[in-house]
């Protein structure tokens, strides 16, 4: 808990929850301080007026987005246009973009995502297939639907199996931690790569809504987490009380982390 204490306590980063985990049209954005060589890519908030209004090159810049660049679609989860992405090289590619969206800086993670679910205090961590290394070199628009990645596409030739930087389990356990105190949610799940650069862990996206099936035993998860709320449930001079698994922790526990492989 004293390293927790000490990440809710150094510098503030910005963390992006698109507007698609929400339902509504405008980006829902948290305060959340991170350390430990944890950051979030610059990204920036798009829309129609700005695309109209020759405004996106301004507001790229002020947002510190650099090329290339992905542009992540704000619709609700579960609309067949979600996962549907491009990727921006350059000025050129400006007119491609498809608005609203979120612009986030591109880091090149060697075509490995980490999915983690959340439930209650248990992260679960899924490795999936990402897009290849990638540079600003000035080509064409990359459109893609990020659902349907897989190891042995155009997009990801890049895999490194051997010799690539891995997740930190204990950083993201305790990455987990501080946005499940700020959004106050018990089932969640967070989008993490590790830049191969410099091993650094960026957060790149919050699903509200995430999908469990890549979760072993999801439903016996589940119901255990149910019964130790309801466990939980205090009685207040006649008010109900009821904690979450991270609020209940105590200082000397430690919440497990359980690494899933999917290929």
């Not at 390293?3 to 980063?13: A, D, G, P």
């Not at 507007?19 to 301080?33: D, G, P």
């Not at 999936?128 to 030739?157: C, E, H, M, W, Y």
């Not at 890049?158 to 949610?185: F, S, Y």
Request: aromatic letters at 8%.
């Amino acid at each position: 808990m004293e390293r927790y204490e000490q990440l809710m306590n150094s510098s503030s980063f910005v963390l992006i929850s698109h507007a698609r985990f929400f339902k509504r049209q405008s980006t829902f954005s948290i305060n959340i301080s991170f350390g430990y060589n944890v950051f979030v890519p610059s990204f920036v908030n798009l829309t129609t007026a700005d695309k109209e209004s020759n405004m996106l090159v301004q507001k790229l810049r002020e947002a510190n987005v650099t090329y290339p660049f992905v542009c992540k679609p704000i619709v609700a989860q579960g609309n067949d246009d979600s996962h549907l992405m491009s990727i921006i090289f350059d000025e050129n590619g400006l007119k491609d973009i498809k608005t609203p969206c979120v612009a986030q800086s591109f880091i090149n993670h060697d075509s490995v995502l980490y999915k983690v679910y959340i439930v209650g205090d248990k992260p679960f961590i899924v490795e999936k297939p990402s897009v290849k290394n990638l540079s600003a070199t000035g080509q064409d628009t990359i459109k893609f639907d990020a659902s349907k990645l897989t190891r042995l596409n155009s997009l990801t030739t890049g895999w490194v199996e051997d010799g690539r930087a891995t997740p930190d389990q204990d950083r993201i356990k305790e990455i987990c931690l501080i946005i499940q105190k700020q959004i106050k949610m018990d089932l969640f799940g967070i989008d993490v790569i590790v830049d191969c650069e410099n091993g650094r862990h960026a957060v790149i996206d919050i699903n509200a809504f995430p999908g469990y099936e890549s979760v072993n035993n999801f439903g016996e998860v589940l119901c255990n987490h149910l019964m130790n709320l309801m466990s939980c449930v205090e009685t207040v001079s006649g008010d109900t009380i009821q904690y979450s698994d991270a609020e209940k922790a105590g200082p000397n526990e430690t919440t497990s982390i359980q690494l899933c492989n999917e290929h």
